[in-house]
């Protein structure tokens, strides 16, 4: 089993509506959660990380958390073609390396 | 955010070369990572660094060498270059306590 997964896709989504991504981990001692976003052929660029259980909100972008169920997902509202692109989980143990656990990612298609 | 930068981004080299892949950067993060990362396929760490004269391997067996002899130079090393070694290489760092990733936008490597 892979310490992080997600969903590899494709997502497609139509042009202004929802799109909704997940990911699971199986180290219970995880301590944060990060998700990147990765064009085709770039390197992968920070959307946003949330470390406790709840929602939170970075413009169009929500991270879910839920600890006890070890998921985590990102919600991209009114979605857009530029959002396109490949959307990484990444999960910390929060020890003092800075290691961080990458999932394969999730790829999303905006269709206008 | 951090201004971290790699050359060369592409190389095409021949079987048996010996190549050094340059990551710099610049904002005096102490912690820097180097993975690998085939096409649709999960990061995987193989060298990381918490600072000056600190290395240490990382999750994926790589034939590869890393140095850090200054705070911002963290150079990935491979002495006889194969065709295995085809993919790409993406530098990282982060600061102190902090363990949100900054990537430079990646070495692709092509071994013939």
Redesign the interface.
């Known amino acids: 089993q892979k310490e992080?997964e997600q969903n590899?896709g494709p997502l497609s989504v139509p042009e202004g509506a929802i799109a909704s991504l997940n990911c699971t981990y199986s180290d219970r001692g995880s301590q944060?959660f990060?998700w990147y976003r990765q064009y085709s052929g770039?390197?992968?660029?920070?959307i946003m990380?949330i470390y406790s259980n709840g929602d939170k909100e970075d413009g169009r972008f929500t991270a879910q958390l839920n600890k006890a169920s070890q998921y985590v997902s990102l919600l991209i509202r009114d979605s857009q073609p530029s959002d396109s692109a490949t959307y990484?989980c990444?999960v910390?143990n929060?020890d003092?390396?800075?290691?961080?656990q990458?999932?394969?990612?999730t790829q999303v298609v905006v269709t206008p | 955010e951090a201004d971290i930068y790699q050359t060369p981004r592409y190389l095409v080299i021949g079987t048996g070369k010996k190549i050094t892949l340059e990551c710099s950067q610049t904002m005096g993060h102490d912690k820097m990572y180097w993975y690998q990362q085939d096409p649709g396929m999960e990061l995987h760490l193989i060298h990381y660094s918490y600072g000056v004269n600190s290395t240490e391997k990382g999750d994926l067996s790589s034939e590869s060498t890393v140095s850090r002899i200054r705070t911002e130079h963290f150079p990935l090393t491979l002495e006889s270059a194969r065709p295995s070694h085809t993919s790409q290489y993406l530098c990282a760092s982060s600061e102190g306590t902090e363990e949100t990733q900054y990537f430079g936008p990646g070495t692709r490597l092509l071994v013939l």
């Open positions: 992080v590899s944060s990060f770039k390197s992968p660029e920070l990380f990484l990444a910390s929060g003092s390396w800075g290691k961080l990458f999932g394969a990612g």
